[in-house]
């Protein structure tokens, strides 16, 4: 294994230590069930039969036109690179039901693993158990599915705990007094309410005497057009808003212009989540943008890793016995202009 490889094995078990204790923001459930769900073992299961030769992943993910979706092609693609056993092939779907039928046809190609990072996990989850009912490994990227047998191994972002952290930021700067507006992502997919739901939940114990309102909550869909409608509307319904909760970075920056149409930027503070290099300039450069949440991409290079692992039988070789996690979960940073050069290397375009 080369060193590039195994500095990134071993950071990905770093994270997965790291994102049992980061969840202790949260309540102790979600903290016993990520613990539980890590010890799990994923490896030697379905598919793969460890072989030696050459092993084939596809990967099937939504359009990459979005910043983030873009670094998760791009991460995954480089990492399937490094490996010279691995034949990759990288497929986009426009939506949901044509990203079902994209499975089914792979399903009928018989590759050792299938990647996928869902439109819409609910709606994936059948055809996800289709596969691994075949005997294909499946390694579910950041939607979650709805049924645990649609996957073998799951990697994701701590989405409950990025809610968690936006309500203690925000409530902090606001000293639990003020008016606040939610610009969610998708609505309906796990990401989504997991990031409501930790914001909702951790007002209520960051300021437990109240002084916070949410006084709108919008889906952005994760798309900066889309943002800038939502947030353009809700300026014009709302005379005065302290701060803006974003679930996303690159559709912030339609909030961001809608804010600075309206000549209102000195009114309120935003946050989003990701770690795009245009917010992580903006946050350095202080004023509206003030604080994002890190959602790394690089959890799709860490998916082939996994997926790797699975198709040779095989499993990381720091735990022991060596196994593929049946589920990581990366845990969120905070970065603000305190910290930002910190990050800055870790923000995709």
Excluded at 278 to 285: N, V
Aim: charged share 20%.
């Amino acid at each position: 294994m080369s060193l590039k490889r195994l500095i990134a094995v071993v950071g990905t078990m770093a994270l997965i230590s790291i994102g049992v204790a980061a969840c202790g923001g949260g309540d102790d459930d979600t903290t016993a069930e990520t613990a539980a769900d890590t010890s799990q073992e994923a490896g030697g299961s379905a598919g793969g039969g460890g072989s030696d030769g050459p092993v084939t992943i596809t990967a099937s993910v939504p359009p990459t036109d979005h910043g983030w979706l873009g670094a998760i092609s791009k991460n995954a693609q480089a990492q399937a690179d490094e490996y010279d056993d691995v034949d990759f092939k990288l497929l986009e779907a426009a939506d949901a039901d044509s990203q079902a039928q994209q499975i089914q046809q792979v399903i009928s190609e018989k590759p050792d693993v299938l990647v996928v990072l869902p439109q819409d996990g609910e709606s994936l989850t059948p055809v996800a158990q289709q596969a691994e009912a075949a005997g294909i490994p499946v390694v579910n990227i950041d939607r979650l599915f709805t049924q645990p047998d649609a996957a073998t191994a799951t990697i994701l972002g701590d989405n409950y705990q990025i809610g968690i952290l936006a309500a203690d930021y925000i409530a902090e700067e606001l000293k639990c007094k003020g008016d606040v507006v939610e610009i969610q992502g998708l609505a309906g997919i796990s990401v989504t309410q997991e990031r409501t739901e930790g914001f909702t939940d951790e007002l209520k114990k960051a300021c437990p005497d109240g002084g916070i309102d949410v006084i709108a909550q919008q889906p952005g869909d994760f798309d900066p057009a889309k943002g800038l409608t939502v947030m353009e509307n809700i300026l014009q319904s709302e005379d005065q808003i302290d701060a803006v909760y974003t679930h996303d970075d690159d559709m912030a920056q339609g909030v961001v212009q809608a804010i600075r149409n309206a000549g209102r930027d000195d009114e309120m503070f935003l946050t989003g989540v990701g770690g795009s290099s245009d917010a992580m300039e903006q946050i350095e450069e202080g004023g509206l943008y003030r604080a994002t949440f890190l959602y790394n991409p690089n959890m799709a290079a860490t998916a082939v890793t996994m997926a790797r692992l699975l198709a040779r039988g095989e499993g990381f070789p720091e735990l022991v016995p060596p196994e593929v996690p049946r589920q990581i979960i990366v845990p969120a940073a905070v970065v603000t202009k305190d910290n930002v050069a910190e990050y800055k290397k870790y923000a995709f375009n």
